[in-house]
Every structure is written in structure tokens, then in C-alpha cells.
């Protein structure tokens, strides 16, 4: 069983919302900062998002006061809720745990937005 699996991509259309998740082992879940990172045609993985075990949350300028993450520690999974998305966040979104300098990967899940 992969680490980390997202859920929850694809088709939007500008202006819409989307929320994708990903569910994670509970021994990663446990110590790791959870985040999601996003890749688009041409350039490289960007962060978009990430929160802490203690819940402290950091966006990318791009994204600030529009989407929202978070995390359901009963669950092991975290969300990001997108909204007011625009053609510019078209991406494959990967989800991403980190402790200490180990990282995980999940395999990511596409959102296109476009009309």
C-alpha cells in the first residue's frame, strides 16, 4: 500500500471549486508536516500549501485567501479545499509529507481548470 494517496482531481471550470485529499499511513501521518506541492506543463514543483502536526498553516502567494488546507489527525488525511481557481491552476497537485529530511510522495492527481 502506497504511503500517500490523493483523491478528489479534476475537471473544473474557472471560478468553481475543488477540494482533493490525501490519506496517509497513520505512522506518517503521526510526525510528518503535511503538504501539497503542484507541477505544471513546463515548469517545476511548486509548494502550495502545507500545515503542521500543531495545525500551523503556510501558502504560496498564489494561492493566499483562496485555498484552504487542513487536516483530520482521527483520519490520517489532509484536504485542500481550492476555490475561486483559474486556468493558472491547472496542475498535477501532489500530496507531500516531510520529517526531518525524509519525504514522501504520493503519486498525484490532476485538476484542470478550463472552460
Known amino acids: 500500500q502506497a504511503p500517500l494517496a490523493e483523491f478528489g482531481g479534476g475537471l473544473v471550470q474557472p471560478g468553481g471549486s475543488l477540494r482533493v485529499s490525501c490519506a496517509a499511513s497513520?505512522?506518517?501521518?503521526?510526525?510528518?508536516?503535511m503538504g501539497w506541492y503542484r507541477q505544471a506543463p513546463g515548469k517545476e514543483r511548486e509548494l502550495v500549501a502545507s500545515?503542521?502536526?500543531?495545525?500551523?498553516?503556510d501558502y504560496a502567494p498564489s494561492v493566499k485567501g483562496r485555498f484552504t488546507i487542513s487536516r483530520d489527525n482521527a483520519k490520517y488525511t489532509v484536504y485542500l479545499q481550492m476555490n475561486s481557481l483559474t486556468p493558472e491552476d491547472t496542475a498535477v497537485y501532489f500530496c507531500n509529507a516531510k520529517f526531518g529530511i525524509t519525504f514522501w510522495w504520493g503519486q498525484g492527481t490532476q485538476v484542470t481548470v478550463s472552460s
Open positions: 500545515i503542521s502536526r500543531g495545525g500551523n498553516t
Open positions: 497513520a505512522s506518517i501521518f503521526s510526525i510528518a508536516t
